[in-house]
């Protein structure tokens, strides 16, 4: 049986220590602690049959703190973007890292191996009639790169995709919405379901980045808190092919003193049969490799 993965990508997530000032520390996160039954702090490790989680490198040599653009790049293309550049390159990607996003994009690169492929994200209206190309993301760019069509609002109506936030909260704001809000075990087995159509399953989150600049630990504990239900839905009557792997481009809310990045190492968690064959990678343009290589199978 052909293995499949579901790819979450959390925004500025790293492995802080054990103190008051990180929220990973101090909320109660049943259905991780089930699976790892360690927190996700400094140095932890797990290695069982069906569960890697250690931490990995995202500054990959290069002085200074990890930022956005680059470690998101990474992620999505294997390629050490911050090398490339020399620094590390906050928010949307340059130029430079355009031609990497359009050389060899996760999406782009499971498109020449034969596997079929989402990304689970919902847009908004809004943004098809937008032209500001300069704010569009890594993971935009890499949807472009492989000339994917994007999710729209009715493909989240109809369960078919994951709005940014896990559970359509921002999207009540905004006038004429019509799109529901839903609950995070119900957006865990939405994306759940993805895995009916398709191979690779990339989302991304980045609220905790967004919380860990507010500093704000009431914030901090609900996000984890519902992002813990949401793996539980994932989690749900889930088939031995399908596999879960978690990882950030750079740590933030794990430090909720000062509000900024850090230089902090980032959890990767691989959840499934073929857990233990992540067991080498070490930082987070090794994670990309891995998934092809590895889990799925392709050779170079």
């Known amino acids: 049986m052909q293995n499949k993965l579901i790819y979450i990508f959390l925004d500025g997530v790293g492995l802080g220590d054990e103190v008051a000032t990180n929220p990973l520390a101090q909320v109660s996160m049943?259905?991780?602690?089930q699976i790892v039954g360690k927190k996700l702090i400094r140095d932890v490790e797990v290695l069982t049959e069906n569960v890697l989680?250690?931490?990995?490198?995202?500054?990959?040599?290069?002085?200074?703190?990890?930022?956005?653009?680059?470690?998101?790049?990474?992620?999505?293309?294997?390629y050490n973007a911050q090398a490339f550049l020399g620094y590390h390159l906050m928010a949307y990607p340059n130029d430079e890292l355009v031609q990497i996003i359009e050389q060899r994009s996760i999406f782009k690169y499971a498109n020449e191996q034969g596997l079929t492929n989402i990304f689970a994200n919902s847009y908004t209206d809004g943004f098809f009639h937008s032209n500001n190309t300069s704010r569009y993301s890594v993971t935009t760019r890499s949807v472009l790169a492989a000339n994917n069509r994007f999710n729209t609002m009715d493909d989240l109506m109809k369960g078919k995709a994951v709005h940014w936030d896990i559970t359509n909260s921002t999207l009540q704001e905004l006038p004429n919405n019509r799109v529901p809000e839903v609950s995070p075990y119900q957006a865990g087995i939405n994306l759940k379901n993805l895995t009916d159509d398709y191979d690779l399953v990339v989302?991304?989150?980045?609220?905790?980045?967004?919380?860990?600049?507010r500093k704000d630990m009431e914030k901090a504990r609900w996000f984890f808190e519902l992002f813990d239900e949401f793996l539980r839905g994932i989690l749900y009557n889930k088939q031995d092919n399908i596999h879960i792997l978690i990882s950030s481009d750079h740590g933030n809310i794990e430090d909720l003193s000062f509000g900024g990045h850090s230089m902090n190492e980032v959890p990767l968690l691989v959840i499934g049969k073929q857990a233990l064959q992540f067991q080498n990678v070490s930082?987070?343009?090794?994670?990309?490799?891995?998934?092809?290589?590895?889990?799925?199978?392709v050779k170079n």
């Open 30 to 33: 049943p259905t991780l602690s």
């Open 53 to 78: 989680l250690k931490g990995i490198d995202a500054c990959l040599g290069v002085k200074g703190v990890p930022q956005s653009a680059t470690g998101q790049t990474c992620l999505f293309t294997g």
């Open 203 to 213: 989302f991304e989150c980045f609220l905790p980045d967004l919380i860990g600049h």
């Open 283 to 297: 930082r987070i343009d090794e994670i990309f490799d891995a998934i092809f290589s590895k889990l799925f199978h």
